[in-house]
């Protein structure tokens, strides 16, 4: 046990080599000290944009083509999304909107993982996956299922699809 103040000293290198090491510690735990102060605040800032860049927003008003009438999308407190939207193909084209600002990499990642191109997105280790959903298929049947669908229901993905790729090619 130690008594208070008194901790172990390595001695067994000889008193040169330990104050060395103190030295070189010393100058490891303080590499910002030789930096002037407003370079290490205009750094802060950058990497704080850069993270808060590409996040969503989650309030004002956003302008966008397509819907055909006034949709609100609120969050509670919470933050549980509502969309208000006076038609479904409105309220499909707010989901795709707020599905692509929130999950893009998701949706992104099921996309690749269905069409059996996932090796694109994550490299050699995709490999596999991409041989089983193409031996089995999934694309094919998907187009055979998406013949059968209504027109109106081929409307609301049509209308979350465009949305989502708005969203992506405007950046938001």
Same mark, same amino acid.
């Given at each position: 046990m130690w008594g208070a103040g008194e901790g172990i000293e390595d001695t067994s290198l000889? =008193?040169? %080599?330990? #104050?060395?090491?103190r030295e070189l510690s010393a100058e490891c735990f303080s590499?910002?000290?030789?930096?002037?102060?407003?370079?290490i605040l205009v750094a802060a800032v950058a990497v704080i944009v850069v993270l808060r860049g590409p996040l969503p927003k989650h309030s004002g008003e956003v302008i966008l083509s397509g819907p055909r009438a006034e949709i609100r999308?609120?969050? =509670? !407190?919470? $933050?549980v999304l509502h969309i208000y939207? %006076? %038609?479904d193909h409105d309220l499909?084209?707010?989901q795709g909107y707020v599905h692509a600002q929130e999950r893009f990499f #998701?949706? =992104?990642l099921s996309r690749h993982m269905a069409l059996g191109r996932l090796e694109e997105l994550v490299g050699e280790s995709g490999k596999e996956s991409d041989i089983t959903v193409r031996t089995m298929g999934w694309r094919q049947v998907a187009e055979k299922e998406w013949e059968l669908l209504s027109d109106e229901a081929r409307g609301f993905y049509e209308a979350y699809? !465009?949305?989502?790729? $708005? %969203?992506v090619a405007a950046g938001q």
């Open positions: 000889g =008193d040169e %080599t330990c #104050q060395r090491k590499p910002c000290s030789e930096l002037p102060l407003p370079l999308v609120l969050r =509670d !407190h919470r $933050a939207a %006076t %038609t499909f084209f707010a #998701q949706m =992104d699809l !465009h949305i989502g790729k $708005a %969203t």
